[in-house]
C-alpha cells in the first residue's frame, strides 16, 4: 500500500512538473530560455513519472520492466543533448538573444572562432 503512494506521488510530482514546463515553454521570451524549459524540467517529468510507474509494477506486480529501465535511461542521454545541441544550433544562426539578457558568455569564442578562420583563408 506505501509502494502505491509513493508510486503515485512520483507520478504526480512528474505531471506537475511537466505542466510548469509547459508554462514555461508559451512564457519565456526567446528559443533559448525555451529550450531549457523544454530539456531540463521535462527530462525531470519524464524521469519522474517512468521511475513511479517502474516502482509500481516492480514491487505490486512483481514486474521488473526492462523497457521502463531503457526508457528512464535514453531519456537522461538525449534530451539534454538534444538541447544542447538545438541552442547551439540557433546561436550559431545567428538568432538574437532576448533584450533581457545581461551577458552572452560565447559572443567572444565565436569572435575568436572567425578571426582564426579569416586569418587562415589569408
Known sequence: MI??????????????????SAIGILKFPDVYTRAHAA????????????????????????????RLILGIVFIFITAPVAGHLIIRAAYRSGVPLDQSTVEDELAEVFTHDEALRNKEED
Open 3 to 20: 509502494v502505491e503512494y509513493i508510486a503515485a506521488t512520483l507520478i504526480l510530482i512528474g505531471s506537475i512538473i511537466g505542466f510548469i
Open 39 to 66: 530539456t531540463k524540467s521535462s527530462t525531470l517529468a519524464v524521469l519522474l513519472t517512468l521511475s513511479g510507474a517502474f516502482i509500481y509494477f516492480w514491487l505490486t506486480e512483481g514486474y521488473f520492466s526492462v
